[in-house]
């Protein structure tokens, strides 16, 4: 990792006019003595406590116990704070009683950042508002909780023990023209190079064995400052001279051969501006006033040492792009970089964004282009943070691409299109190579997918964990509302479902009650016929039998008769009397069929004499009239079985 340089902190850590604070204990000693005391030393992976100190702790016992009422004194919990700060993590334990400024001091004696340039984010409640005398216990928090401190604008001391300018974040964004003097067996060229100030002393040398074609361990130079032997310096911190510095390089290989002039120097990266001066030694010495900073680069092309890209331009789907942009982005910047969704965009976009509100997470689309000379500082020491990849991988769905290529970044585009509309293509198009890498920050907002903000390279680690918590921040927010606009809308739906569940059901009861209404109806109209059909064929068989008994019945005796004849008078249903003459031989099965012929069938009525009562259907029929002594006259009656 590079450094910065070196400044001289305070003498008193806890900054100017601020007492040390007797009560603060660290592991059972004094910070303060912890501080001080050559022998002990508190590492950055033990836990950090405060405690009340025991006079502290014996007039909090004595309060509790002289006050009105012991049941109203709250009770002490210890929260646990893990605080992420940049490649850091420092464990804070201490008491709800005390405040955010409590903590900050614990940080300040640990990281020796002064408190007043202190940002603490990750509070869960974010209804109040926050500074350093508000009490713990007023925030509700967990026991355990995870912070993530801040701050921007700070040059951290521990890298700038050198005297450097303090103005250290100043001259990392400033270019600073380096003036390399390449002297060779037969020829001497003068190299006008242009680098920002964050590029490192190892950078700038692996740039120039890009121009002049010397490795890095066959380089001999003079004219670096002593502490840029630290190849790990910046420019900005290793003490180079501003604007312009002056610089000679030669070759320790002794059969180095004279090559043409370099023809691939507009592959360097973007940043790095480069002029060419054929000149001799004299000349040289002169080159502070007579070069002057110009930005134009050398245009000619020779085949350049190329290094394996991100994406190649002949990947054949989205998948095997990332995966192939993983497998190399991790050989390149470290065991720490962000976990990137394998796969396509639409699958990360409907991941973090096509699910319920409260699933929901924001999507961070990384843009990379090998050609800016941002990336390779970016990627490594900003985006592969451990700080700012674990953020990413718990508030995040992180999806990556490389634009290096023309037709990957002619693929992006058309995705940016599909899925976030034309005027994020339009955004991503008119950026340049050396304004990348750029981190697109996407949010769904009433439905749509929109480009929340859009982060730039030239950026440091504060500022990259600001803004993306920044973001969070606001999304949580938004989502808040979304959750309840969805959860009312989820129990309308399902109110709805429960009406239609309920409507379907009456309607299956009522067809079901239809139904069975039908049936029941079909039965008896079935019944009806079948009962019809049965009438109307016994009373075919009924009118046939008294066809049948008409025909076989004797012809009745006239009045003029000389037979002795028995005239009967039969009273039938409803008044109805029947009248004729039998003669008194005649058998009573011969009144029986008259009786039938008439319509009376016997197995339906009975034939009854008056008196005494006698069932004359039940005796035998061959009996005649006369023998039932029923002459010369009687009067019979039918009655309905």
């Known amino acids: 990792m590079a450094h910065l340089g070196s400044q001289e902190l305070p003498s008193d ?4 006019g601020r007492p040390p604070s007797p009560h603060l204990q660290v592991e059972g000693r004094g910070v303060q003595a912890a501080l001080v005391e050559e022998p002990f030393s508190l590492p950055l992976d033990s836990p950090v406590i405060l405690e009340a100190a025991a006079a502290g702790s014996s007039r909090l016992g004595q309060d509790m116990d002289n006050g009105p009422d012991r049941n109203n004194v709250p009770m002490l919990r210890m929260l646990h704070f893990t605080v992420e700060y940049r490649d850091k993590t420092v464990p804070v334990v201490i008491p709800d009683s005390e405040t955010v400024g409590s903590v900050k001091s614990i940080l300040e004696n640990e990281l020796k950042i002064p408190a007043d340039k202190q940002t603490i984010r990750g509070f869960r409640n974010k209804s109040v508002t926050i500074n350093d005398s508000t009490i713990l216990r007023s925030l509700d928090l967990p026991k355990e909780n995870t912070l993530y401190l801040l701050a921007p604008g700070y040059c951290d001391t521990a890298q700038n023990n050198t005297g450097e300018d303090p103005n250290i974040m100043e001259r990392l964004s400033q270019t600073f023209t380096l003036n390399i003097h390449f002297r060779n067996r037969e020829t001497s060229k003068t190299y006008q190079l242009n680098f920002p100030g964050s590029r490192t002393v190892q950078e700038v040398k692996g740039d120039v064995y890009t121009v002049t074609d010397v490795p890095m361990r066959h380089q001999v130079w003079t004219g670096w400052p002593d502490s840029a032997s630290d190849e790990t310096m910046t420019l900005a911190g290793c003490g180079v001279g501003f604007p312009c510095h002056n610089l000679t390089l030669s070759s320790s290989k002794p059969t180095d051969p004279i090559r043409p002039e370099p023809m691939r120097l507009r592959h360097l990266p973007q940043e790095v501006a480069m002029d060419v001066v054929q000149s001799s030694d004299d000349e040289f010495e002169d080159a502070h006033e007579s070069i002057p900073c110009m930005d134009d680069i050398y245009e000619e092309e020779m085949p350049l040492r190329t290094r394996e890209p991100l994406i190649p331009d002949d990947v054949e789907d989205e998948r095997t792009a990332l995966e192939h942009f993983s497998m190399v982005f991790n050989n390149r910047y470290g065991e720490t970089p962000p976990v990137f969704y394998i796969g396509s965009l639409d699958g990360a976009v409907k991941e973090a964004l096509h699910v319920k509100a409260r699933d929901r997470k ?12 941002l990336s390779n500082v970016f990627c490594s020491q900003i985006l592969c943070a451990e700080s700012v990849a674990s953020y990413l991988s718990s508030n995040y769905v992180t999806w990556a691409w490389d634009v290096t290529h023309e037709s990957n970044k002619a693929r992006l585009l058309t995705m940016c299109t599909q899925h976030f509309g034309s005027m994020a293509a339009n955004t991503v198009r008119n950026f340049k190579a050396d304004q990348f890498p750029l981190l697109l920050i996407i949010t769904r907002t009433r439905g749509t997918n929109e480009v929340f903000t859009v982060i ?3 950026i440091s680690l504060d500022e990259l964990m600001t803004s993306l918590i920044n973001a969070v921040d606001v999304f949580v927010e938004q989502q808040k509302t979304e959750i309840l606009e969805e959860d009312e809308r989820d129990e309308r739906e399902q109110v709805k479902w429960e009406q239609d569940r309920a409507y379907q059901e009456s309607l299956a009861v009522d067809r079901a009650k239809e139904d069975t209404k039908r049936r029941e109806e079909e039965t008896r109209l079935f019944k009806e016929m079948e009962e019809e059909r049965q009438r109307h064929q016994e009373a075919q068989e009924k009118e046939a039998i008294r066809l049948s008994l008409a025909d076989q019945l004797p012809s009745e005796p006239g009045p003029n008769c000389t037979d002795p004849l028995s ?29 039938s012929s008439q319509g009376f069938h016997i197995d339906e009525y009975k034939v009854l004499t008056t008196y005494p009562r006698k069932d004359l259907t039940a005796i035998q029929s061959d009996v005649t009239l006369e023998e039932l002594k029923l002459y010369p006259q009687e009067t019979l009656i039918l009655e309905q079985r």
């Open 456 to 458: 730039q390279g030239n």
């Open 362 to 373: 924001l999507l961070a689309v990384y843009l990379h282009h090998d050609g800016s000379i």
């Open 13 to 16: 850590s806890c900054g100017p």
């Open 567 to 595: 005239v009967l008078r039969i009273r039938g249903p409803g008044g109805k009397m029947l009248t004729r003459r039998f003669r008194i031989k005649d058998c009573i099965q011969v009144v029986l069929n008259y009786v």
